[in-house]
């Protein structure tokens, strides 16, 4: 008891109040911040009288909470701090206690449960099927080609919330959103429409396409800004490089690119081939902006060390990227992983003294789509991984010529290699994400810093898993 009295007293002076009327509404006025849920827990039972009974084993380790609440019931205080801890509560008299959840059975057979998706692609206009459409989810490695008839189907598909893709080489790409629901079978037909060959901001420059003899040059700028600079990247090679057509506005100094047909990339350091269509890419002076589709296809190792190297290299690209974040942040266990949140105004706070460690919890919410969260914040986000420090490429890129400068701020120049930060903007009000940590919405976030340094060469498949390296598709 003489723990308890101590841990409350302690809590109480690092302002957490609690003022409690135990015989008529059960309620409480609390305000923490960036503390443990043990030693809330401890404080709260010594200033109400109300006894918690745990196992310290199944407590978040290593997560902090912050709340701050004026006469809110114990009930509502506490479905609050649970909440993405796997933990529930249940109250006997004075007593209460903090047990993990039990996994529901219908839940577990959901998890279990592959569903599938078939149907027929047609033309628009002619009616007639479609032979060798590709049909995939987006991110993936699940996909399938229509047969003669114009028919596919797709199974095996784990439950989850996707984007169900059909591209065919003349034809304008489609989309539909598939959603694997208690129908373990479902039908998706699609009218494909023939493509009409336009660039984006095509008006503003005085001929369509570059001539051939600039195309090499703008190939080359395109392929460091769509691939990237790093180390995967640079094993990259775009396998039909003439499908791309560039534009260029000299006045506004933006490039534009698109592609007659889906661009087919290799990528020989994750051993991945990718089927990418891109729907649209402008580089300016202040920022890279590209949007796609892409379908992922395992490449085959030529010996052992390769299949290791390979392991080696997806998992590194995997640990700490943008998708990684956000599953984790969805488990919540980001603090486990080597995530550290922060509230910042302006990219030129990154590196201050004073800026706002936050709760991760309090980013996301789940909608009633039971494989999607909202992702929402206010102000601008600093993400730093700590397991992993910067790339050498990153830190010479950054430091030479300020050309970093465009993407974040320069106070971000250092000579030495540091844990990896990376700061993302909301471009809308809020943003979807699914249980792969996708967000649905392309251009819905503006990243900078070293996620924004990452591109196509470092994109991993949706569904990655690191402990045991298998891939959808496999």
Not at 328 to 337: A, D, V
Not at 346 to 352: F, H, R
Not at 370 to 385: C, G, N, Q, R, T
Request: include cysteine; charge should be neutral; hydrophobic fraction near 35%.
């Amino acid at each position: 008891m003489m723990r308890r009295i101590l841990l409350g007293v302690v809590v109480f002076l690092c302002t957490l109040s609690v003022s409690w009327s135990q015989k008529t509404t059960d309620r409480l006025s609390v305000s923490f911040e960036d503390m443990p849920l043990e030693l809330i827990l401890d404080s709260i039972s010594y200033k109400t009288g109300y006894q918690f009974s745990y196992n310290s084993d199944i407590m978040p380790g290593g997560s902090l909470f912050s709340l701050s609440r004026k006469n809110i019931h114990i009930d509502s205080l506490l479905s609050i701090l649970l909440v993405g801890t796997g933990l529930v509560y249940e109250g006997k008299s004075d007593l209460i206690i903090i047990k993990k959840k039990s996994p529901e059975p219908a839940e577990k057979n959901i998890k279990t449960t592959r569903f599938s998706v078939s149907g027929w692609v047609r033309d628009i206009k002619t009616q007639e099927p479609l032979v060798g459409v590709n049909v995939h989810l987006n991110g993936t490695l699940i996909g399938t080609s229509t047969d003669k008839y114009g028919n596919y189907e797709i199974k095996k598909i784990p439950p989850g919330s996707y984007e169900l893709v059909f591209s065919y080489v003349g034809y304008d790409v489609i989309s539909h959103p598939f959603l694997t629901q208690e129908v373990v079978e479902q039908k998706v037909n699609a009218l494909m429409q023939v493509k009409v060959q336009e660039l984006e901001d095509v008006e503003l420059i005085s001929t369509r396409f570059v001539n051939k003899n600039k195309w090499e040059k703008y190939f080359k700028e395109f392929t460091v800004e769509f691939l990237g600079k790093t180390q995967n990247a640079n094993r990259c090679e775009i396998m039909n490089p003439r499908v791309l057509n560039f534009a260029y506005d000299e006045e506004e100094d933006v490039l534009s690119a698109e592609a007659t047909e889906a661009l087919v990339i290799q990528n020989h350091a994750l051993g991945y081939k990718i089927n990418y269509e891109l729907l649209s890419f402008n580089k300016s002076p202040e920022s890279t902006y590209e949007n796609g589709k892409a379908f992922f296809v395992n490449l085959v190792p030529d010996n052992r060390k390769e299949l290791r190297k390979w392991k080696h290299n997806r998992r590194k690209s995997y640990e700490g990227s943008i998708n990684h974040f956000f599953i984790s942040l969805i488990e919540g266990n980001y603090n486990r992983k080597g995530y550290r949140i922060y509230e910042i105004n302006t990219p030129s706070e990154i590196t201050s003294q004073n800026k706002s460690l936050i709760n991760g919890r309090q980013l996301i919410k789940k909608t009633s789509n039971p494989y999607e969260w909202v992702f929402k914040f206010d102000k601008m986000l600093l993400i730093e991984y700590t397991k992993e420090i910067e790339s050498p490429q990153y830190v010479l890129e950054k430091n030479s010529n300020n050309e970093m400068s465009n993407v974040i701020s320069s106070t971000l120049l250092d000579v030495t290699p540091n844990i990896q930060r990376s700061v993302i903007e909301l471009r809308a009000d809020s943003v979807l994400l699914d249980r792969f940590g996708q967000v649905k919405e392309s251009v819905g976030l503006k990243m900078m810093g070293y996620w924004a340094w990452e591109r196509v060469g470092d994109m991993m498949p949706a569904g990655y898993d690191p402990k045991a390296d298998k891939l959808f598709g496999r």
